[in-house]
Structures are given as C-alpha cells and as structure tokens.
C-alpha cells in the first residue's frame, strides 16, 4: 500500500466522520493528493475510488442535493426552448439600434425581454455541453445538481474523470465552455437576421475577450469557470507528459 493510499484513507476516514464542514487544510491535502493522482500515466484504480468517494462526500457537504439527470436536464431544455420563444416574442417590436438616445419606451421593454430570453437560453441550456462534452471523451455524468454559486449544471463521475488521460479531461471542459458561446452566437444569428438585433453578438463578444482572458492569463481560479478549469487540466497536462515520455 503506498503512503498516498494510506493518505487518502486517513482523508476518506476524517470525512465520514465529519458532522458539519470539512477543515481547509485537510482538503487543501486531499486536493493536493488528486493532482498528484491526475499527473500519473496510469492511475491507481485503488486510489482512483477511496478520492472519489472523498470527493462525493465533500461535493454533498458543499452542495447539498443532487437530481437524477434526465428529468431535470429535460426541464431545463424545455425552459431553456421557452426562453428561445421569449427572445422571438421581443423580435416582434422593431429596435433601431442606431438610434438608442431615441428609443420609446415599447422599444426598451423589447430590448428587456430579448436580453432575459437571451440570458436564459444560456443559463438554461448551459448544462447541455457538459453533457455533450462527457459523451465526446468518455467522462460520464452521474446528476443533475446547482453549483457553488446556485446555477445549475452537471456533477462529474469522478472515478471515470480521474482515469481519462489529462488531454480528454482538458478538452472536456474547453467544449463545456464553447458551449455557451455556441448558444450565443445561434441566437444572435436568429436575432440578427429576423430583425438586425445585436445583443447576441454582443454578448458572444463578451464571452470570447473573457476566454481569451482566462486562457491567456492561465488562471485556475473557479470564478472564471470551466476555462478556468481547462487551464488546471492543461498544466496537469505538461508534467503528465513529461512522464509518459
């Protein structure tokens, strides 16, 4: 047994037994331990579930529910189509975007309901590309469930996450985020060519300065999403091939 087995049991022991929260340097350890694990050319299958089941019993102290996928994620696609309508609904009242000084106030109330409908669709669907992603390199989703900061989105199984080489799991979470920019730039386009709306574009063109900021820059901060989290998975990337070479 290695000392990072012995490590990761010491770990998974503390966890079950904790009531409430679970102390920072003690996940500050346990992370610490996961990217020692993501960085091996063949992970240790034994080492692989004791950080799973770790990581499952910190994901529901930090989360709290999970939901199974299907009828959850199929809600969110169907709100996700009623935002597309909402969006069409503010089609219905032209906007002169040249003119914005002069706009009425019918005009406003249709820029309004064309930014929530824009907004919702990518809020909603969002999870979809999480999902798409885990089809294209292997990764499977396991629940449906609200993020750190209460949005919705998709919970990883960790155990086929860990054991997919670091380029699979780096391009998993680039797709997850091109997906959103997907959503945007297709209703843009409707917009655009219904009626010449530009909030679409406007808001991919957000998203792609903010990717190429986070990718750029190299972060691994949460806040900056699943770029953020490609970037992890791309460092881990270079010292797991170092190895493998």
């Not at 012995?6 to 409430?20: G, P, Q």
């Not at 529901?60 to 597309?84: N, T």
């Not at 409908?117 to 990764?139: D, E, N, Q, T």
């Not at 297709?186 to 990717?211: E, K, P, Q």
Request: overall charge positive.
């Amino acid at each position: 047994m290695s000392n990072r087995t012995v490590e990761l049991e010491r770990i998974l022991n503390l966890v079950k037994t904790s009531t409430s929260d679970v102390p920072k340097e003690t996940r500050r350890e346990f992370w610490k331990l996961v990217r020692q694990i993501k960085r091996e050319v063949k992970p240790d299958r034994a080492e692989v579930t004791i950080a799973a089941e770790i990581r499952d019993i910190l994901f529901m102290l930090d989360r709290g529910k999970i939901y199974p996928i299907a009828p959850f994620l199929g809600l969110e696609i169907v709100g996700g189509f009623l935002a597309f309508m909402v969006f069409l609904y503010g089609m219905a009242t032209p906007v002169n975007w040249i003119a914005i000084t002069t706009w009425t106030l019918t005009e406003i109330f249709a820029v309004v309901v064309r930014f929530l409908g824009l907004f919702f669709v990518v809020a909603l669907l969002y999870p979809c590309g999480r999902f798409i992603a885990g089809k294209l390199f292997s990764i499977q989703i396991d629940a449906w469930c609200f993020d750190e900061y209460k949005e919705p989105t998709l919970k990883i199984d960790y155990v086929t996450f860990l054991l997919a080489p670091p380029n699979r799991r780096k391009w998993f979470f680039f797709i997850s985020g091109l997906w959103t920019l997907i959503l945007s730039m297709f209703t843009g386009f409707v917009g655009f060519i219904l009626g010449g709306d530009i909030l679409g574009f406007t808001f991919s063109l957000f998203l792609i300065l903010f990717y190429v900021y986070v990718i750029g820059t190299g972060t691994t901060s949460h806040g900056r999403g699943e770029m953020a989290h490609y970037n992890r998975e791309k460092k881990i990337e270079k010292s797991w091939r170092l190895k493998f070479a």
